[in-house]
């Protein structure tokens, strides 16, 4: 999490372009169960701060962050707030309107779409902040954040991937609204993916001789998404990586461009983690077959 800093006198977007002043600062987690420092996020807020950007999830180890008491103190200081929902948007529903965010981004990729990035915006700062935009686009928001000729084949795959999860929904709820349905949907697969991750967690607490990073009581599950990350004691990640994919388990080792955890909890070093990554999609079986699996090693 980064707070931008500022000159009052300096509007912050001519700052991040001339760097005439402006001071990142990084929020600390507590290293013991990978959440961020709420304490530090305070002491850091003043009336100086004028942006402060948050992930809503971690796409390494699953921590969900408190986004909403975020906003609310980052608002109180007089900052916007940039959410970055990139690993959240598959696993739960977002609300921009009730969180109160000023903007938020997140990458069909994560909910089953293209590589099309999202951006949205409370209209008003789409129409005052300036845009770096090519001469013949309008001055009026959405035409001035767009880049020319749009990415239409993306866009129709973004168009199905949505399309797929109001199915879900529509099969609770066939005469809802489109908005209804999928919040109906991502309801539905948070609940399971809690259930899913509890197992595996539970799991995991039975084979001590992993290391979970991040929340790894069962009893916290809903402070995470089920994205569960484990090393072994002179075991590259790599290599249990490698064991799970003979097996036809996939899974994922490194830092998953998270560098700054993995040199905050000492393991760039030694190769990151190995990454366990459920979606709705899973069974219970499958993370029965993982258990056992990494029970061979």
């Not at 709705?280 to 993370?287: F, G, S």
Request: charged fraction near 20%.
């Amino acid at each position: 999490m980064t707070c931008l800093d500022h000159d009052a006198n300096v509007a912050p977007w001519v700052l991040a372009a001339r760097d005439t002043g402006a001071a990142l600062r990084t929020v600390d987690i507590h290293p013991e169960d990978c959440t961020l420092d709420m304490d530090d996020l305070r002491r850091q807020l003043t009336p100086r701060t004028r942006l402060v950007a948050l992930g809503c999830a971690s796409n390494a180890v699953g921590t969900v962050n408190d986004v909403r008491t975020a906003i609310r103190w980052a608002h109180e200081a007089g900052s916007l707030v940039f959410l970055d929902a990139v690993h959240y948007a598959a696993h739960a529903p977002i609300d921009v309107q009730s969180w109160g965010c000023d903007f938020l981004v997140c990458s069909a990729y994560k909910f089953f779409g293209p590589h099309v990035g999202v951006l949205w915006g409370r209209r008003e700062l789409l129409e005052s902040l300036p845009a770096y935009k090519v001469r013949p686009a309008p001055d009026m928001a959405p035409g001035r954040w767009m880049t020319g000729t749009q990415n239409h084949e993306g866009l129709a795959g973004v168009a199905a991937a949505v399309e797929y999860l109001r199915t879900i929904g529509a099969a609770s709820e066939p005469a809802a609204d489109r908005r209804s349905q999928l919040r109906t949907a991502l309801t539905a697969i948070l609940a399971y993916e809690a259930s899913l991750g509890q197992r595996l967690l539970e799991g995991l607490s039975m084979r001590p001789w992993f290391k979970v990073w991040g929340i790894k009581q069962p009893a916290r599950i809903t402070e995470r998404v089920p994205t569960v990350s484990i090393t072994l004691p002179d075991r590259p990640a790599a290599e249990l990586a490698q064991h799970l994919a003979v097996r036809k388990i996939y899974a994922w080792h490194g830092n998953m461009y998270a560098l700054s955890l993995t040199e905050r909890l000492g393991l760039e070093d030694g190769g990151g983690f190995l990454r366990l990554g459920l979606v709705h999609y899973n069974t219970a079986e499958e993370i029965d077959c993982l258990l056992a699996a990494l029970d061979e090693l």
